[in-house]
């Protein structure tokens, strides 16, 4: 059974940063790109950003356009979400996910435990 | 706001059928972007349901149905259990945004 394992749960202040990590099992990288998802207390499901580690491929929401750098280890198979400028709207549950993606179709198996992050002064 | 839009809640006795609507634009569901579906328990992470419009992953009962047409897509639920009560989520690819999307979540109450 494939499992993503992400980092543990942060407390940081307002204006500071959060690297969350994803460890994935070997070979992901391959054939799958990595998207981070997140949700704030008592919202939905927000997209964030996905890398496609085997085409060095990059995407991000427009919403985290300069705030946010999702990179990838090849060499520990390890996906990396960084958000700068941290707001108390940042409060939020992390989640990477396997990203699968064809044309005209992707979606998102399994997903990681999620890494509550808290941004409070 | 999301471009997806679902009903907040719907609800169903045990032993009941149930539908959550997911409705969309000529920008995504209407450009012929697949329709994904997750379940959202309390306290767990998002599973996936079903994936590519109506295809279920292992492990998926087939309680569990998808369905597309247009801009829309809908995920039934027959049989329905106690164990069946969360959020449920609809998600595709937006052009417009250039990026996934979710639809603003389901409440499913089994009464």
């Known amino acids: 059974q494939v499992q993503l394992v992400q980092s543990g749960a942060e407390v940081k202040k307002p204006g500071s940063s959060v690297k969350v990590s994803c460890k994935t099992p070997?070979?992901?990288?391959?054939?799958?790109?990595i998207s981070w998802v997140r949700q704030a207390p008592g919202q939905g499901l927000e997209w964030m950003g996905r890398i496609i580690p085997s085409l060095r491929v990059i995407n991000y929401a427009r919403k985290f356009q300069g705030r946010l750098t999702i990179t990838a280890d090849k060499s520990t198979s390890t996906a990396y979400m960084e958000l700068t400028t941290l707001r108390s709207d940042d409060t939020a549950i992390y989640y990477c996910?396997?990203?699968?993606?064809?044309?005209?179709?992707?979606?998102?198996?399994?997903w990681g435990q999620g890494t509550l992050v808290t941004v409070s002064s | 706001q999301s471009v997806l839009t679902q009903p907040p809640s719907v609800s169903g006795a045990p032993g009941q059928r149930v539908t959550i609507s997911c409705t969309g634009s000529s920008s995504n569901i209407g450009a012929n972007y697949d329709v994904h579906w997750y379940q959202h328990l309390p306290g767990t992470a998002p599973k996936l349901l079903i994936y590519?419009?109506?295809n279920r992953p292992s492990g998926v009962p087939d309680r569990f149905s998808g369905s597309k047409s247009d801009t829309s897509a809908s995920l039934a639920i027959t049989e329905l259990q106690a164990e069946d009560e969360g959020d449920y989520y609809c998600?595709?690819?937006?052009?417009?945004?250039?990026?996934?999307?979710f639809g603003a979540g389901t409440k499913l109450t089994v009464l």
């Open positions: 590519a419009n109506n």
């Open positions: 998600q595709s690819y937006d052009s417009g945004l250039s990026g996934s999307v």
């Open positions: 996910a396997r990203h699968t993606y064809r044309v005209l179709s992707n979606w998102f198996d399994p």
């Open positions: 070997g070979g992901t990288f391959s054939r799958h790109a």
